[in-house]
């Protein structure tokens, strides 16, 4: 009778840890993904790459030519800014998802083996002593 309740818990393991606990990973990288995609504001920076950084913008009214165009050419030069702050962002968030994604395949290549490593290790353990 007690070895039939082993079978039975290996089994319930067994059919928790390589099914249900598996797609749970999965979830939780699949969670990673959209929280950097959210922490990072791809979106917000993609409909904004262009604008000004920080909205930094000077208004022409009632300047003369000369100062209009060093207006002009200080909200060019907030508008480069902008872009390249944002561009540095959207390189940073490309980073963080190729480490996310590294990580991600070897915990899903790794996460099968674990239970196999565990029962080596104790095996390899006992031979030792």
Excluded: C
């Excluded at 818990?9 to 067994?14: D, E, G, H, K």
């Excluded at 100062?67 to 030069?77: G, I």
């Excluded at 962002?89 to 190729?98: G, K, P, Q, R, S």
Aim: no cysteine; aromatic share 18%; net charge positive.
């Amino acid at each position: 009778m007690h070895l039939e309740g082993n079978i039975s818990l290996s089994l319930i393991f067994v059919n928790w840890y390589y099914k249900e606990a598996y797609f749970r990973v999965w979830k939780y990288i699949k969670a990673i993904q959209i929280i950097n995609f959210d922490v990072f504001s791809v979106r917000i920076l993609f409909k904004t790459l262009f604008a000004p950084w920080k909205r930094d913008v000077i208004s022409y009214e009632g300047l003369t030519i000369k100062q209009r165009f060093e207006v002009w050419s200080l909200n060019v030069s907030s508008r480069i800014i902008g872009f390249l702050m944002k561009t540095f962002v959207l390189l940073a968030y490309i980073f963080a998802e190729a480490a996310t994604l590294i990580v991600s395949v070897a915990a899903l290549i790794i996460w099968p083996i674990l239970p196999l490593l565990a029962i080596y290790s104790i095996v390899f353990g006992f031979t030792l002593i």
